[in-house]
């Protein structure tokens, strides 16, 4: 990793804001062979550049545009199929959106064809059954089981129905909610329905995220202490800033 690259990932990691003596402590203890004045020079051209701001004297703030925002894009079906749901339930909370989107970020790619529909608790039912009846040709999940998900996803032409946890980092894209990239890392950690997700592969999708996209940590860190995975969020950070 480059002294640029682990600026910016030490910047990501302490909320977008450090101390340039922090960021020298954290640089020492990974490679002492490091020159200050090299990050010196880094963190000049990264003001130059625009990504970096002086807030004051040794304290530097990561420019909110220097890494450009995840947008998930929807296939025309996966549009059609929200906007349907949405006629019927115009006042669920509910977003759309397919794993397939975390295979840019593997080092294996997995056989994914299903989508989410993740809706609020009292709504899954309705919902579950509101798909059942377009006729869409393919198979309805309720909250699989991870057997079930192992059984019945891999290389499948799906719909999962899955709670909607409240406060979920969501946004809307073309007229559709979909989640924002802190709800999709949370949720690739421990979800059956992500089981492609496991072992090594979570720690490479974490690092290739923050090293292409801007990643809100604040919002990263609520979810996941909403979900019960703050610890296992700051493992994976601790795990990729130290490799």
Known sequence: MTVTEN?????ATRGMTFRRRDLLHDLLSKQNTIKKRAVDLQISRLIDSGILIRKRYGEYQLAQNSLPEFVLRLSETEKNIYQMLKEQFPFLDMCIWS???????MHHV??????FIDVEKDGMEPVFHALQNMNLKRGILLSPTSQECERYLTGMDTIVVRQLIGQSPLTVVDGC?????????????DDNELFFASGSEIYNIF??????NNV???KLMRYASRRNRKEQVEKIL?????D
């Open 99 to 105: 794993p397939k989107v975390l295979s840019a970020y």
């Open 110 to 115: 997995p056989n994914v064809g299903y989508v």
């Open 238 to 242: 601790h795990a990729i800033d130290h």
């Open 7 to 11: 600026i910016l990932n030490f910047a």
């Open 216 to 218: 809100n940590m604040s």
């Open 207 to 212: 690092k290739n995220v923050r090293e292409n």
């Open 177 to 189: 909610t979909v989640p924002r990239i802190e709800k999709i890392l949370v949720d690739a950690i």
